[in-house]
C-alpha cells in the first residue's frame, strides 16, 4: 500500500523513525511540533497519524497526546510496517521471522491449492512458471520479482484458504526486501526456478504431496539463504 500526496511524505518520515527506535515507545506526537517541524496542516498531521494508529504504531492517551505504542502492539503484518523494519536495523530480525512464516504457510497452502485449484489458478500458475524462467535466464530482476510476487499469491490463493489469501501482501514485501536489499544473487539460481515449476506442475495435476514438499523446499531454501547471509 502506497500512501500518496502530503500524508504519504509524513509517514516515510514518522513510520521508519517509530519502526527503527528512533521514535521508541513512549514518545508523544505533538501535532502542533508535527506540523512547524514537517511543515504540513494539522489535516495532514491527522491523516498521517489516522494512518499510523490503523497499523497500531501509535494510540491517542487522554491528556497525554499520540503515544508511539510498544512493538509487541504493532500490526506486523502490514507491508508498509515490514518495509519500514527492513529498512532498519531490525531487518535481520525481520526476515528471519517473516521466513519462518513462510515454512509454516506456503507449504501447506500449495498443498491445498493442488486439490482446490480451479482452471483458471491452474493457467495463472503456469505461466507465471514460464514468465519466472524467461526473466531468471535474462537476469531481470525487476520482472523476475514481479512474477515471483504474482507466484506465491496466486499459490496462496488457489489454496482456498481466506487467511492464507490474505497473507500475500505480508510474503509479497519480504520478497520485495530480499531483492531491495540485495539478498538475492544477480541471477535467480536455475533449481530455484526449477522448483516453482515443480510447485505449479505439482497443483496442475492434483499432487498434493508433490507440490507441499516443492514448495518446502522453496522456503525452507530461502531462509537458509538469509541465515548463511545475514549477521546475527
Not at 518520515?13 to 514537517?38: D, K, M
Not at 491528556?63 to 536495523?89: E, Y
Not at 512464516?101 to 507449504?107: F, S, Y
Not at 541471477?187 to 508433490?210: K, M, N, S, T, W
Request: glycine share 6%; hydrophobic share 45%.
Amino acid at each position: 500500500m502506497e500512501i500518496q500526496g502530503l500524508p504519504g511524505r509524513l509517514l516515510a518520515v514518522l513510520g521508519p523513525a517509530i519502526a527503527s527506535g528512533e521514535l521508541p515507545e513512549g514518545t508523544v506526537l505533538r501535532a502542533e511540533e508535527l506540523e512547524q517541524q514537517h511543515g504540513v496542516s494539522r489535516t495532514v498531521v491527522r491523516e498521517a497519524v489516522r494512518i499510523l494508529e490503523s497499523m497500531r504504531l501509535v494510540e491517542p492517551r487522554r491528556r497525554v497526546g499520540t503515544t508511539v505504542r510498544p512493538k509487541a502492539d504493532w500490526d506486523v503484518f502490514d507491508p508498509l510496517v515490514i518495509r519500514w523494519r527492513l529498512a532498519g536495523a531490525d531487518r535481520s530480525a525481520q526476515l528471519r521471522s517473516l521466513g519462518s512464516l513462510r515454512v509454516a504457510v506456503e507449504p501447506a497452502a500449495a498443498a491445498l491449492a493442488a486439490r482446490c485449484a480451479g482452471d483458471d489458478d491452474r493457467r495463472e500458475l503456469s505461466a507465471l512458471a514460464v514468465e519466472l524462467t524467461v526473466t531468471a535466464r535474462a537476469a531481470d530482476l525487476d520482472a523476475f520479482l514481479a512474477h515471483d510476487i504474482a507466484f506465491h499469491a496466486a499459490v496462496l490463493r488457489a489454496s482456498g484458504n481466506e487467511m492464507f489469501a490474505h497473507l500475500k501482501d505480508t510474503v509479497g514485501a519480504v520478497l520485495t526486501g530480499r531483492t531491495e536489499h540485495r539478498l538475492m544473487p544477480h541471477r535467480p539460481r536455475e533449481y530455484a526456478v526449477q522448483l516453482h515449476r515443480d510447485v505449479a506442475q505439482a497443483i496442475c495435476a492434483g499432487d498434493p504431496e508433490l507440490a507441499e514438499r516443492a514448495m518446502r523446499t522453496i522456503v525452507v531454501g530461502a531462509l537458509e539463504e538469509l541465515d548463511a547471509t545475514l549477521p546475527d
